[in-house]
């Protein structure tokens, strides 16, 4: 699996820099791209990638504000000629995205030939799809903005190869009895298939913010999340000004993910006021100051491989 940025600016695109999106592709658990926000320019992003619109098949937007949201009619267009045909898309948003998308298609007379389904979301609201499970909460911005935390389902443990040679049980089609059923029976006798594989391993938690200043339902989401993706559109100077604009501070995203014990958090949604090389010299001030932070700012097309 792996997380692309495809836009990582706050409110601006610059010339580093494009406004919000980020896709989740999902291989080797599904075949399939997810993303989250759609900033203007988004298909031209995608265009630099190798993602294919006929593999997104689902788009998250956390809030209404432009810069998360303004490439999406386009994407939505783009799709029916890209790949996309008959290929269903669903897409989740606060209450009014329906309305956006549906009067944004009708005015422009654009038609797609794929079926979309339009999810408006609420807090505390949860989704299951392919065995992921899909949580929703509020945040703090002003307008509504929403969070998604990821749960992926474990994975099997692998065989004990050892352990079932010492039964006399050999490698070959057996194998696969073991893989894919609770009880296999092996010349007359009837095994537990638990025992002979190592234990399950958890499934990853990634957490995807929108825009949002420090509240309580960001603990819900970042929760002992493996990858937690959060804004943070001040890297220095005043904390307290960044909540007076509905934003967050480095520093609250520190204190969150250490009290969260987030296990790699990936920052964007970056003032168009840091160039990239302040950006560089604020990681260094930041990573001397809190070592313990595993982080990492994100730039366009930064892709982060996750195990
Ligand atoms: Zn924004
Ligand atoms: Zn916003």
Redesign the pocket.
Known sequence: MEIIFLGTS??LPTKERNT?ATVLSLEPLLNEFWLFDAGEAVQHQILQTRIKLGKLRRVFITHM?G??LFGLPGLLSSRSFQGGENKPLTLYGPAGIKAFIETTLKLSESRLNYPLEIVEVEDAAVFKEDDITIKVHLLAHGIPSYGYRLELPASQGRLLQDKLEKEGIMPGPIYRDFKMHDTVEYEGKVYRAQDYRAEAVPGKILTFFG?TMPNSNEDLLAEQADVMVH?STYLEGDHLLSHQYHHSHIADVVSLAERSQVKLTLIN?VSNRYHQQDVTALSEVIRAEHPDFNFRIAHDFMTVKID
Request: glycine content about 12%.
């Open positions: 706050a409110g919000q504000h810069d998360h825009d804004e949604h």
